[in-house]
């Protein structure tokens, strides 16, 4: 089952495609197609300039532009120059672009003409050389250089010197609880994924047709919508953000590239196409499979999506630090809904209960611990933090979970976001399932506050389909019916939207904040 051939350096699986599919469209956009043919000599030019700009084997270099065929190409091209692909989200504050650059050490920075004044003003505050390289059209004449240029002019040859085991990409966390933290990953991890999951689970092949809103400074889309496209010689339509309206046009219409096989995304993006669509239908004749990772996928949405859809949606759940995927649903045989699926082939898992250290029996309740080739050598520059998640060759998620007599397993939350109430455990995962049962509800999510007797009660923040229409009784009621007494929400607020990541997980700290300064 498992295509260890896959499991090669980049410079091998561009080299092999160059030659058996080199007119084959790679990565396109709505400004720019590459081919595979293109694709193995871009990569190199582009690891040859970077080398002649100063990086070292082992140098980083940060990217921070907006989803796009260059982006692609950068994440291939600075491993081939022995270097390490450093992604920041294009829209995070000011003050985490400088976090990143700063503890990253990066000293090139390849951006677009949307972010390159907040580069400018970073690198004026910081002392160095540092070499700017602008995608798309080049605003200006600070000394910044054009990518398109560069593409068109000579440089050394790629060092292509990394070997499987090597550190080539650096994500951070998505920072939900903190202040985010750089994740090593290696060539030889995030190719075991593409070759343990997306290849023979998922059934991602050359003649796939992937249209992907992903955001690609996140894990999930760095190894299945670059590295798994680029692995198996599949073709991706690039979009430059989620936009229903965008989506169900590629969808319906599909490109010169072919019509849209797969589609991938986090849950929300689900909610939006379900709640536009339902009544029409996708109208994607090709599509044959849609995935979600990223964040919890909730039972009513997976089924009422295939119901009104006919496309099997397979979840997933994955993290920065196992180079994405851990589990997955299977397009064939039994599936769990509200299940996250079994572990990929290979994998070994351990649910562990955090007080007693034991392993718990089927339907307890324990942290996910992971063994496996896919698991991040460690943190940047933390060798506490490292050495706290990594022990005796597991990694321990913080993620809590419960399997069944069959070993799908079903992540019940963080062991951080706990919600203790009288002693009662309370998931916010679980409470939020029930406040999305609610019709009028289109987003919901719940943090624990502060009680003088209890310890803490849940609060839900919710999203109203239509904004101040919301009658917080009536979704009270509905949790009622569907909750123990202590899970319901002590108090229910509207907001216009909930704050999340680019991969769908809730910054419960923001809402937090929000609650500590509402007092």
Same mark, same amino acid.
């Given at each position: 089952?498992?295509?260890?051939?896959?499991?090669?350096?980049?410079?091998?699986?561009?080299?092999?495609?160059?030659?058996?599919?080199?007119?084959?469209?790679?990565?396109?956009?709505?400004?720019?197609?590459?081919?595979?043919?293109?694709?193995?000599?871009?990569?190199?030019?582009?690891?040859?300039?970077?080398?002649?700009?100063?990086?070292?084997?082992?140098?980083?270099?940060?990217?921070?532009?907006?989803?796009?065929?260059?982006?692609?190409?950068?994440? +291939?091209?600075?491993?081939?120059?022995?270097?390490?692909?450093?992604?920041?989200?294009?829209?995070?504050?000011?003050?985490?672009?400088?976090?990143?650059?700063?503890?990253?050490?990066?000293?090139?920075?390849?951006?677009?003409?949307?972010?390159?004044?907040?580069?400018?003003?970073?690198?004026?505050?910081?002392?160095?050389?540092?070499?700017?390289?602008?995608?798309?059209?080049?605003?200006?004449?600070?000394?910044?250089?054009?990518?398109?240029?560069?593409?068109?002019?000579?440089?050394?040859?790629?060092?292509?010197?990394?070997?499987?085991?090597?550190?080539?990409?650096?994500?951070?966390?998505?920072?939900?609880?903190?202040?985010?933290?750089?994740?090593?990953?290696?060539?030889?991890?995030?190719?075991?994924?593409? #070759?343990?999951?997306?290849?023979?689970?998922?059934?991602?092949?050359?003649?796939?047709?992937?249209?992907?809103?992903?955001?690609?400074?996140?894990?999930?889309?760095?190894?299945?919508?670059?590295?798994?496209?680029?692995?198996?010689?599949?073709?991706?339509?690039?979009?430059?953000?989620?936009?229903?309206?965008?989506?169900?046009?590629?969808?319906?219409?599909?490109?010169?590239?072919?019509?849209?096989?797969?589609?991938?995304?986090?849950?929300?993006?689900?909610?939006?196409?379900?709640?536009?669509?339902?009544?029409?239908?996708?109208?994607?004749?090709?599509?044959?499979?849609?995935?979600?990772?990223?964040?919890?996928?909730?039972?009513?949405?997976?089924?009422?999506?295939?119901? #009104?859809?006919?496309?099997?949606?397979?979840?997933?759940?994955?993290?920065?630090?196992?180079?994405?995927?851990?589990?997955?649903?299977?397009?064939?045989?039994?599936?769990?809904?509200?299940?996250?699926?079994?572990?990929?082939?290979?994998?070994?898992?351990?649910?562990?209960?955090?007080?007693?250290?034991?392993?718990?029996?089927?339907?307890?309740?324990?942290?996910?611990?992971?063994?496996?080739?896919?698991?991040?050598?460690?943190?940047?520059?933390?060798?506490?933090?490292?050495?706290?998640?990594?022990?005796?060759?597991?990694?321990?998620?913080?993620?809590?979970?419960?399997?069944?007599?069959?070993?799908?397993?079903?992540?019940?939350?963080?062991?951080? $976001?706990?919600?203790?109430?009288?002693?009662?455990?309370?998931?916010?995962?679980?409470? $939020?399932?029930?406040?999305?049962?609610?019709?009028?509800?289109?987003?919901?999510?719940?943090?624990?506050?502060?009680?003088?007797?209890?310890?803490?009660?849940?609060?839900?923040?919710?999203?109203?389909?239509?904004?101040?229409?919301?009658? #917080?009784?009536?979704? +009270?009621?509905?949790?009622?019916?569907?909750?123990?007494?202590?899970?319901?929400?002590?108090?229910?607020?509207?907001?216009?939207?909930?704050?999340?990541?680019?991969?769908?997980?809730?910054?419960?700290?923001?809402?937090?904040?929000?609650?500590?300064?509402?007092?």
């Amino acid at each position: 089952m498992l295509r260890t051939e896959l499991i090669r350096t980049v410079p091998d699986l561009l080299a092999d495609h160059a030659r058996r599919r080199p007119e084959k469209v790679a990565f396109v956009d709505d400004h720019r197609a590459v081919t595979y043919g293109d694709l193995a000599g871009t990569t190199a030019r582009l690891a040859g300039h970077l080398q002649d700009l100063g990086l070292e084997q082992g140098d980083r270099a940060l990217l921070y532009l907006d989803n796009r065929v260059e982006t692609a190409e950068a994440y +291939l091209a600075v491993p081939r120059a022995g270097g390490v692909a450093v992604c920041a989200n294009p829209q995070a504050a000011t003050a985490e672009v400088a976090h990143i650059l700063d503890d990253s050490g990066s000293r090139i920075v390849i951006t677009d003409a949307a972010h390159v004044d907040v580069v400018r003003g970073l690198v004026a505050e910081r002392d160095g050389a540092f070499a700017v390289i602008v995608a798309g059209d080049l605003p200006g004449d600070a000394g910044e250089l054009s990518y398109a240029e560069l593409l068109t002019r000579e440089s050394s040859p790629p060092r292509d010197c990394l070997g499987l085991d090597d550190t080539a990409w650096m994500l951070y966390t998505s920072g939900t609880t903190g202040r985010p933290k750089g994740v090593y990953l290696t060539q030889r991890g995030c190719f075991w994924v593409v #070759a343990a999951c997306w290849a023979p689970i998922a059934g991602l092949g050359p003649d796939d047709v992937v249209l992907s809103p992903l955001p690609l400074f996140h894990s999930y889309a760095l190894v299945l919508c670059v590295l798994g496209i680029a692995a198996v010689g599949a073709t991706e339509r690039i979009l430059p953000r989620f936009s229903v309206q965008d989506v169900l046009a590629r969808l319906r219409t599909g490109g010169p590239e072919g019509e849209v096989t797969v589609f991938p995304g986090v849950p929300t993006m689900f909610h939006y196409l379900l709640d536009r669509a339902g009544a029409d239908g996708l109208g994607a004749r090709r599509l044959r499979m849609c995935v979600s990772a990223g964040a919890i996928l909730p039972a009513a949405l997976n089924e009422g999506f295939e119901r #009104a859809f006919g496309v099997p949606l397979l979840d997933g759940y994955g993290i920065t630090e196992t180079s994405t995927m851990v589990t997955m649903n299977w397009p064939t045989g039994s599936r769990v809904m509200g299940s996250c699926g079994l572990p990929l082939p290979g994998l070994t898992v351990r649910l562990v209960d955090p007080v007693s250290g034991r392993d718990v029996l089927p339907g307890e309740e324990g942290e996910l611990w992971v063994q496996g080739p896919n698991v991040t050598p460690g943190y940047h520059n933390l060798p506490e933090a490292t050495a706290a998640v990594l022990v005796d060759g597991w990694y321990r998620t913080g993620d809590l979970a419960r399997r069944d007599e069959h070993g799908y397993l079903r992540i019940s939350g963080r062991t951080k $976001e706990l919600i203790i109430r009288g002693g009662e455990n309370i998931y916010p995962a679980e409470v $939020e399932d029930a406040l999305l049962a609610c019709e009028p509800v289109a987003d919901a999510a719940v943090v624990g506050a502060p009680h003088g007797q209890l310890g803490e009660v849940p609060v839900a923040f919710v999203v109203p389909r239509r904004p101040g229409e919301l009658d #917080a009784e009536q979704v +009270l009621a509905v949790c009622r019916e569907r909750l123990s007494y202590f899970k319901v929400p002590a108090e229910v607020i509207e907001v216009d939207s909930i704050p999340r990541t680019g991969s769908g997980k809730i910054l419960r700290f923001r809402l937090q904040q929000q609650l500590a300064e509402s007092v």
